[in-house]
């Protein structure tokens, strides 16, 4: 199946590769993280329903699928390919942004 990001979900990958990069000054951390996140990702080609379904999860009517990768959160859909909608920090308020794509 193919895979497509959306804009969001490519502003918080760079976003989260920055933080890394130049907040916490640590760019060999930057690339293995969002190695890792892009590597569990691409995952979802060979087996799209590996991840949990956000409603069940959280109780609320969401439109989607979840994967964890590390301490993000890669939220995705299925419909003819896979769409990684967004990438979220699950060490912050990550519900408040659920939802917003």
């Known amino acids: 199946m193919k895979?497509?990001?959306?804009?969001?979900?490519?502003a918080d990958l760079?976003?989260?590769d920055d933080y890394i990069?130049?907040?916490l000054m640590n760019p060999d951390a930057a690339e293995r993280i969002t190695a890792a996140i892009l590597t569990d990702a691409s995952r979802l080609k060979n087996n799209p329903s590996l991840g949990f379904d956000l409603s069940r999860k959280t109780g609320r009517e969401i439109?989607?699928?979840?994967?964890?990768?590390?301490?993000?959160?890669i939220i995705y859909d299925?419909?003819?390919?896979?769409?990684i909608?967004?990438?979220?920090d699950t060490r912050v308020d990550f519900?408040?942004?659920?939802?917003t794509w």
């Open 3 to 10: 895979l497509r990001y959306t804009p969001l979900a490519m």
């Open 14 to 16: 760079q976003e989260i």
């Open 21 to 23: 990069r130049n907040k």
């Open 63 to 73: 439109v989607g699928r979840g994967l964890v990768s590390g301490k993000y959160l």
């Open 78 to 83: 299925t419909d003819d390919c896979i769409s």
């Open 85 to 88: 909608l967004r990438i979220l």
């Open 95 to 99: 519900m408040r942004r659920i939802g």
